[in-house]
């Protein structure tokens, strides 16, 4: 049930580009992206919704394909700051009833 | 302050130990849960509660209980510890309703020996 993410780690350059992908065996409603930094919580980056809304980040961009059962997040240009784990989420459940459920995580380092 | 606060931040406990691991909210949600994150894993949904009288098992509560206090306490315990319940534990909370974001606590670090 809950979703995978690829790849599982991903060292870049400063200023190169990385892609985070997250594949969920059921259907999804909408997608959410969290960051997590070195000893720190997890912290929300955006939303994606059926239709194409995305609610969040302004240097962040991600995808949703509802027919895939897919989201990719796009990390363009990284910088130094961009560095940690990063997973996506999703409500699953009934009316009243929603939980999260999360993904298996990206860890992505980005050096100098 | 923080919105979400976990006590205790670091732990070390004995194989067959009781622990409980407690989280407090100024946030007001109605919707709390608890995660543990493992290497490789992610997190992984132990428990989950929508309001005081509603608590629901998550994918991975064997070995695990919790106790809804009040809307703004939720506490997790491990009856018997054991070692592979050494993890990162997170408390997070959110509104009702779809499309709302979650908020984290800063962990517990938990390690059964």
């Given at each position: 049930?809950?979703?995978?993410?690829?790849?599982?780690?991903?060292?870049?350059?400063?200023?190169?580009?990385?892609?985070?992908?997250?594949?969920?065996?059921?259907a999804?409603?909408?997608?959410?992206?969290?960051?997590?930094?070195?000893g720190?919580?997890?912290?929300?980056?955006?939303?994606?919704?059926?239709?194409?809304?995305?609610?969040?980040?302004?240097k962040?961009?991600?995808?949703?394909?509802?027919?895939?059962?897919?989201?990719?997040?796009?990390?363009?240009?990284?910088?130094?700051?961009?560095?940690?784990?990063y997973?996506?989420?999703?409500?699953?459940?009934?009316?009243?009833?929603?939980?999260?459920?999360?993904?298996?995580?990206?860890?992505?380092?980005?050096?100098? | 302050?923080?919105?979400v606060?976990?006590?205790?931040?670091?732990?070390?406990?004995?194989?067959?130990?009781?622990?409980?691991?407690?989280?407090?909210?100024?946030?007001?949600?109605?919707?709390?849960?608890?995660?543990?994150?493992?290497?490789?894993?992610?997190?992984?949904?132990?428990?989950?509660?929508?309001?005081?009288?509603?608590?629901?098992?998550?994918e991975?509560?064997?070995?695990?209980?919790?106790?809804?206090?009040?809307?703004?306490?939720?506490?997790?315990?491990?009856?018997?510890?054991?070692?592979?319940?050494?993890?990162?534990?997170?408390?997070?909370?959110?509104?009702?309703?779809?499309?709302?974001?979650?908020?984290?606590?800063?962990?517990?670090?938990?390690?059964?020996?």
């Open positions: 049930q809950q979703p995978v993410q690829s790849p599982q780690a991903v060292i870049l350059r400063e200023g190169e580009d990385a892609v985070i992908n997250c594949s969920s065996s059921k999804l409603y909408s997608v959410h992206w969290y960051r997590q930094k070195h720190e919580a997890p912290v929300f980056l955006m939303i994606l919704l059926k239709g194409g809304e995305q609610k969040g980040h302004e962040i961009s991600a995808s949703f394909n509802e027919k895939k059962q897919q989201s990719s997040l796009y990390l363009t240009a990284s910088q130094l700051s961009y560095s940690g784990t997973f996506c989420g999703t409500e699953m459940g009934t009316s009243g009833t929603y939980k999260y459920i999360f993904g298996t995580g990206t860890r992505l380092k980005v050096l100098a | 302050d923080a919105d606060t976990q006590t205790p931040r670091n732990r070390i406990t004995k194989t067959g130990k009781r622990i409980m691991l407690e989280c407090s909210q100024t946030k007001g949600h109605d919707r709390m849960y608890w995660y543990r994150q493992d290497p490789g894993l992610g997190l992984r949904l132990i428990y989950y509660s929508f309001d005081v009288k509603d608590i629901n098992k998550g991975i509560s064997d070995g695990y209980s919790v106790s809804r206090q009040a809307q703004a306490k939720f506490s997790l315990s491990l009856e018997s510890a054991i070692p592979n319940q050494t993890a990162l534990y997170f408390c997070a909370t959110s509104d009702p309703g779809r499309d709302t974001e979650a908020f984290f606590g800063q962990g517990t670090r938990l390690t059964v020996v």
